[in-house]
């Protein structure tokens, strides 16, 4: 199976910051890469699909990039509502595999 | 509106079965692959199988396979998880998931149920 490896695991922001994080292929995944966003106690949401594309409804200071087996998520101007986890994902395979997620805390 | 709502999660001894369903309404169903992901308390999120709209490919991940069942019934927009000889590692919130039409990109899950809690201890 393909691993998925984020970095970091947890990361300490504050509003309005840049924030990036990385998610690593154990294989390339060309660019069959998603983000998602969870809050606690809620499902995940999609945010990026195909490592760049937004999904329908989500703010433009959420971008995705990479390809092959380095991706990224930045946020451009970190917002209140933004403090959550993310996951990275990769759809290339049948049998999908998500990364460990990167929990965003405010400082 | 998409709606995906799950149900037939609870409290089951080891070794025992459950049968998780997920209701899905708001969309052409049978044009969709389909998945179920999990989440253990407080750990991250685990795929754990899919179907495709037919029903003829199931893919599962390796810690499931030959003790949980994929399935779907088109007429009734409904899909299955039939889990045998749980363990208490299986203890996970469930989530049914929409993936895509398309093999490539059938795993892109642009909607999601509320989850149905699992929970497998004596």
């Known amino acids: 199976d393909i691993q998925m490896t984020q970095s970091p695991s947890s990361l300490s922001a504050s509003v309005g910051d840049r924030v990036t994080i990385t998610c690593r292929a154990s294989?390339?995944?060309?660019?069959?890469l998603n983000w998602y966003q969870q809050k606690p106690g809620k499902a995940p949401k999609l945010l990026i699909y195909?490592?760049?594309s937004l999904q329908s409804g989500v703010p433009s200071r959420f971008s995705g990039s990479g390809s092959g087996t380095d991706f990224t998520l930045t946020i451009s101007s970190l917002q209140p509502e933004d403090f959550a986890t993310y996951y990275c994902?990769?759809?290339?395979?049948?049998?999908?595999?998500f990364g460990q997620g990167t929990k965003l805390e405010i400082k | 509106e998409v709606q995906l709502v799950e149900s037939g999660g609870g409290l089951v001894q080891p070794g025992g079965s459950l049968r998780l369903s997920c209701a899905a309404s708001?969309?052409?169903?049978?044009?969709?692959?389909m998945s179920w992901v999990r989440q253990a308390p407080g750990k991250g999120l685990e795929w754990v199988a899919n179907?495709?709209?037919?029903?003829?490919?199931?893919y599962y991940v390796d810690s499931v396979k030959g003790r949980f069942t994929i399935s779907r019934d088109n007429a009734k927009n409904s899909l299955y998880l039939q889990m045998n000889s749980l363990r208490a590692e299986d203890t996970a919130v469930y989530y049914c998931?929409?993936?895509?039409?398309?093999?490539?990109?059938?795993?892109?899950?642009?909607?999601w149920g509320q989850g149905t809690l699992v929970t497998v201890s004596s």
């Open positions: 998931a929409r993936g895509g039409i398309a093999v490539a990109g059938s795993s892109t899950f642009g909607y």
């Open positions: 708001g969309f052409t169903f049978s044009s969709y692959w």
């Open positions: 179907i495709k709209q037919d029903g003829s490919e199931k």
């Open positions: 294989q390339s995944i060309s660019s069959y």
């Open positions: 195909a490592a760049s």
């Open positions: 994902q990769q759809s290339y395979s049948t049998r999908s595999t």
